[in-house]
């Protein structure tokens, strides 16, 4: 029987889960309660965006290991950033421990958030044991945005191309996309995700497969924008892709007009994450680059 360690808190996902499942229903979360009642009245000359795979709310044990576990220090830079977008990877929601990664950090930062469950994490991935009989279906792992502004129009996107499974963990790869409106009425379309990345035994259908999954996620947020009169589009997130504009979902960005926002920075200053990049031969190439941000009309600069 399936069992939620939060009985406040509003299941996202049907039950019935005990192995890896192509097809999984859940629903998408979104909120702009954590908002400051006085929002900004005007629209800056700029707006920062951040792409942060936050690792099972910092509490997956691969982040620089001089910091506590947990959502303390994400928050802290993401405070000192003061982004106006967050685009987040490996968001936890209903496990053991941080019950809403995404709200969570919404709430800390006064931002919206909108959240979409990837996969449901099976017993052996809550980050506390649990019986073989009694399976957390509401431990989910996702994609979310943060806003400093209003979102609207939360829409998911579950890729059709898939592969490459590990772990015991029912869904597939998705993103979620959410519009947010400006003080000055102008509109910016957002998509967050998290491309296939391959595992032990299988690293090659993985770079094609991702390469299909960009495109799809690009088609579609191209149509989002459209559709709500959007000034712009960018697409956020961990690609998984190692291979920078050689990786063959970098080509599927650029084919749908999509413009990498940090193409102009040379490999040796692109890495993923302070404590995990390889100061040698690898970073050297730029191969331990792993988290994107695109942009649909190229007027962005890189920070």
């Known amino acids: 029987m399936p069992y939620w360690p939060f009985p406040g808190q509003e299941p996202l996902c049907a039950h019935g889960y005990t192995e890896y499942d192509a097809e999984i229903a859940c629903s998408a979360e979104s909120s702009n309660s954590h908002l400051p009642p006085s929002p900004p009245q005007t629209t800056p000359s700029s707006l920062l965006s951040v792409a942060y795979n936050i690792n099972f709310n910092g509490l997956g044990g691969e982040g620089d290991p001089s910091k506590p576990p947990g959502l303390a220090s994400i ?15 490996e968001v936890s929601r209903g496990c053991t421990q941080y019950p809403n990664g995404a709200e969570t950090l919404a709430e800390s930062l006064n931002m919206s958030y909108a959240y979409a469950v990837e996969f449901i994490m099976l017993s052996s991935y809550d980050l506390t044991p649990t019986q073989e009989s009694s399976y957390n279906t509401e431990c989910t792992s996702g994609n ?26 029912a869904g597939t790869r998705s993103a979620i996309s959410a519009l947010a409106t400006l003080p000055s009425s102008a509109k910016i ?19 094609f497969v991702r390469a299909n999954q960009a495109l799809e996620l690009a088609t579609h947020a191209r149509t989002h924008a459209e559709t709500n009169a959007a000034h712009s589009s960018i697409i956020g997130g961990d690609m998984n892709g190692p291979f920078r504009a050689l990786d063959p979902f970098h080509l599927s960005f650029q084919y749908a007009g999509y413009t990498d926002a940090h193409q102009n920075l040379p490999a040796s200053a692109r890495r993923t994450a302070e404590g995990t990049h390889d100061t040698g031969f690898l970073q050297t190439l730029g191969l331990q680059t792993l988290d994107y941000i695109f942009v649909h009309p190229p007027e962005v600069s890189p920070r």
Do not use: Q, W
């Not at 928050?75 to 990877?89: G, N």
């Not at 943060?146 to 772990?167: A, H, Q, V, W």
């Open 75 to 89: 928050t802290a830079l993401l405070t000192s950033l003061s982004p106006d977008f967050v685009f987040l990877s």
């Open 144 to 169: 979310a945005i943060l806003s400093k502004y209003p979102l609207t129009d939360i829409r998911e996107t579950r890729f059709s191309s898939n592969c490459c499974m590990y772990g015991r963990r």
């Open 189 to 207: 379309s957002l998509h967050s995700t998290h491309l296939e990345s391959g595992n032990e035994v299988e690293f090659l259908p993985a770079v």
